[in-house]
């Protein structure tokens, strides 16, 4: 079968250059202990076992190397639920040999929907060998590389300040149960956008053109909040409001002063422009206004304010 990666880094990638000069700075490999540079062809791998290296030329590692992989030897099928998300790692694609195997492709695709089962295979490709799984995706067969089970760490080992299972009150529990409720939405994952990519791409053309760029507001500090019911509490009541749920901060006798409840202890809420982008996000959430984590300020601004003139209340939205 033919492999073909199915996911792409956008990632942006710079150069280093001497401040002052268009000259690229490149690394080297440099002797640590004479400070000279040395050929490629006169390195060799060493494994620290402690008191010394072993030293393994590169031809020796090319002797025990596994054959490149022709075909995919399935050794059984699992259950998908059974393989923790965990494992996987990378994605691609697979595409059969030739149209002569387009049929066998497509019975398989199909009969592994109908199971909901995965093939778990071993595959050698660049010199290492990789625990794969064959899953039916959309129509196509799609190969997930997997970690090694020996390659999951124990969070418990690994995490001093990890916490036991909390003994929570059952108002502690429903109220954690009613902001998953409230804050629950269809996964429409065309709507996430990398914004930080998106604002080094702006930085880069403003630079180019000889502008300056917005900067981020600052991250909020920390409350130090110590009390849970509260913190759930007031979370539940900005859910809430964003979806009609105007009966709970009465409920609680207690009015918000949460931006995104259409409330500040004034009849009307705050105009959208004199509003950080902080406030205009949460906003924005509790209004439920799509692709919002991708707007900028002035952007988060108009769409509010094309909103609240949309719903006929204008900026002045009564709690």
Excluded at 162 to 173: D, G, H, M, T, Y
Aim: overall charge negative.
């Amino acid at each position: 079968m033919g492999l073909y990666t199915a996911t792409d880094s956008h990632t942006i990638h710079f150069h280093q250059l001497q401040r002052g000069t268009s000259d690229r700075v490149r690394n080297k490999r440099v002797n640590e202990r004479t400070g000279e540079e040395v050929p490629f062809e006169e390195i060799v791998k060493g494994f620290d076992d402690g008191d010394a290296y072993v030293l393994v030329e590169p031809e020796e590692l090319d002797e025990i190397a596994p054959g490149r992989s022709r075909s995919l030897d399935i050794e059984g099928f699992v259950d998908l639920a059974e393989v923790d998300p965990i494992f996987f790692d990378a994605t691609y694609y697979l595409a059969p040999k030739g149209k002569e195997y387009g049929k066998i492709y497509s019975l398989i695709e199909q009969a592994l929907a109908k199971a909901e089962k995965a093939g778990i295979a071993r595959f050698v490709m660049r010199s290492h060998e990789y625990l794969v799984a064959v899953k039916a995706e959309n129509g196509l067969l799609t190969c997930h590389t997997l970690h090694w089970a020996d390659e999951i760490r124990d969070p418990r080992a690994e995490i001093d300040s990890l916490p036991r299972r909390a003994k929570a009150s059952q108002k502690e529990l429903r109220m954690a149960e009613q902001l998953v409720e409230a804050l629950s939405m269809e996964w429409k994952p065309e709507e996430f956008h990398d914004t930080f990519r998106e604002k080094v791409a702006t930085l880069i053309k403003a630079k180019r053109a000889g502008e300056s760029v917005e900067k981020a507001e600052p991250a909020a500090e920390s409350t130090n909040v110590v009390d849970l019911a509260e913190v759930l509490r007031a979370s539940v009541e900005r859910a809430g409001g964003s979806r009609g749920k105007q009966g709970k901060r009465a409920k609680h006798g207690k009015p918000s002063t949460h931006v995104g409840n259409r409330a500040s202890g004034t009849p009307e809420a705050e105009d959208p422009a004199g509003m950080t982008k902080a406030e205009l996000y949460e906003r924005a959430a509790a209004a439920g206004i799509p692709g919002r984590s991708t707007m900028t300020r002035d952007e988060l601004r108009e769409a509010l304010t094309a909103s609240d003139t949309g719903s006929g209340r204008g900026s002045s939205r009564a709690a």
